[in-house]
């Protein structure tokens, strides 16, 4: 685990926690650490979540699955960020989505209600850990209304539009990298890739932006 103190550290879920603490919390919250190959679920759609999820090495993409199997990619996990924290802290809620491993995964399980649950001297750092919590769940409750808003669009283009000019805000410059392959990101915004590549590729014919691969320059006007 002490290989791993120095993503504990950067995760927004400790910001704050000094070494010493981020030990004691991880005792006090029965940290478990598992391991999963590439291609595997890490959590299955329909299960019960108990514990909160921390991505501690790879990546992982929260997806959704209807009954025919078709998928919808929410959004990408990386090393640091924590997962399934909004059904792990209501008990009895189902999965509604899955969480797999898009490479070699390390993830780090924490129990929610210990967590919920302040000791008995009331430490000040268990009160930040919450307080973090409370701010993860914020945030991603905004980005999961940025997304609403994308896939809101009527069309391909105003999708694309929509989403990239969201990252040019988000990077603070015309040109970024997004997270996304050319799959993942026709995921992201529930469109066909085919469609969506024909539509960057006509974007980029009207001196809308450039890209190579998951780089891209928007032009103005």
Request: charged share 20%; proline share 2%; aromatic share 8%.
């Amino acid at each position: 685990m002490q290989d791993f103190f120095p993503i504990l550290k950067k995760s927004p879920l400790f910001g704050g926690l000094k070494e010493d603490e981020i030990h004691t919390v991880l005792n006090c919250l029965n940290a478990q650490k598992k391991s999963y190959p590439k291609g595997s679920f890490i959590l299955h759609l329909g299960e019960h979540a108990e514990s909160i999820g921390l991505l501690l090495r790879g990546r992982a993409h929260v997806v959704q699955e209807d009954f025919w199997g078709n998928r919808n990619l929410v959004t990408e996990l990386t090393a640091g960020q924590v997962f399934a924290e909004s059904y792990a802290c209501t008990p009895g809620s189902i999965l509604q989505v899955g969480v797999l491993a898009a490479e070699l995964c390390e993830v780090l399980f924490l129990d929610a209600q210990r967590l919920l649950t302040l000791c008995a001297s009331g430490c000040a750092f268990h009160t930040r850990l919450i307080h973090n919590l409370v701010n993860i769940l914020a945030q991603k409750n905004l980005l999961m209304n940025e997304k609403l808003a994308h896939m809101g669009q009527r069309t391909t283009r105003q999708k694309l539009l929509s989403y990239l000019s969201a990252e040019a805000q988000r990077h603070g410059g015309a040109e970024f990298d997004v997270p996304f392959n050319r799959q993942q990101l026709a995921d992201y915004l529930s469109v066909d890739r085919s469609a969506m590549s024909a539509e960057l590729c006509k974007m980029r014919n009207e001196g809308l932006l450039q890209f190579r691969r998951s780089h891209f320059v928007l032009v103005d006007g």
